[in-house]
């Protein structure tokens, strides 16, 4: 089974994606047309945030995009986790239970988000005793949240080459937590 996992960025406004977030949709797409039918794909959003409190999710609207273009009710699932760390662990840890171990992850995000990301996410796959592979999407992103992620990756791959990663998995999830109330930075500034 072939689950292809959309990282969620940020939104525009209260209830319209990012440019990023469509792009990296966009390329699940386009990636989930080469991939044999009688191997899936199911699709898996993140961003289970609002922008304000009470409204939709990031994941919500990513769910609603693809509907949109064409992907079955059943074939977009709603993840929870805030943060790099806490979807890797949430989405690799449910899969096994659902889709079992032979499922092949297919990661869609910016390659930004890949620096910090590749890295945990592997951990995660690795640990769950799945296949994971990584689908960059690149001209996205501003330099805002360029700037950011190298910082954020910088922190993310020290601490696992230190063996400081959970120490930092757990501020960092802990910041992250914070979305839950509202997320209006926008990842494309």
Known sequence: MTVI??????????????????????????????????????????????????????????QNWLYEHGIERNNAIIEKGVGIFSEAQT??????????????????????????GKAVWKKSARDNGLEISFHPVYSTGGWRTRLTYAAYGAIVNISLVLGLSSLVEKRLSKMQEKR??????????
């Open 180 to 189: 839950l109330e509202g997320f209006t930075w926008n990842g494309c500034a």
């Open 91 to 116: 989405i690799t840890a449910s899969k096994v239970g659902i889709f079992g171990k032979s499922t092949h992850l297919i990661v869609v995000s910016s390659g930004w988000y890949l620096w910090p």
């Open 5 to 62: 996992v959309v990282i969620a960025c940020h939104f525009k406004s209260e209830n319209e994606l990012c440019d990023t977030t469509t792009q990296r949709l966009a390329a699940a797409l386009s990636l989930s047309r080469q991939i044999d039918p009688k191997f899936g794909p199911t699709f898996i959003v993140t961003g289970n945030v609002p922008y304000q409190k009470g409204g939709a999710t990031l994941a919500k609207l990513m």
